[in-house]
């Protein structure tokens, strides 16, 4: 597999806690790196978003369930009428 190198800036306690986790796996900090940027890319952006439902019912509106996909679509994206 060919890599590209890049830099990146990290806070000096996101590099202690990086480091640490790195060494307690016994991979390099950029192996841990490219792990942690595989994760984030295999997350689908759509179940980040589905998180924002969960509780849905308890928003006090008393039209959930005759209106509960137009609910699920305004917080799919993102639309802020639902809080």
């Known amino acids: ?4 190198r890049t830099q990146i800036y990290l806070d000096p306690e996101q590099h202690r ?3 640490r986790e790195a060494e307690a796996k016994g991979i390099s900090l950029a192996e841990l790196l490219r792990q942690v940027a595989w994760e984030h890319l295999r997350t689908e952006p759509h179940r980040r978003d589905f998180l924002s439902i969960v509780a849905l019912g308890k928003s006090g509106k008393d039209s959930i369930s005759e209106e509960h996909d137009r609910y699920i679509e305004e917080a799919i994206s993102g639309d802020e009428g639902l809080r």
């Open 1 to 4: 597999m060919a890599l590209t």
């Open 17 to 19: 806690l990086l480091k």
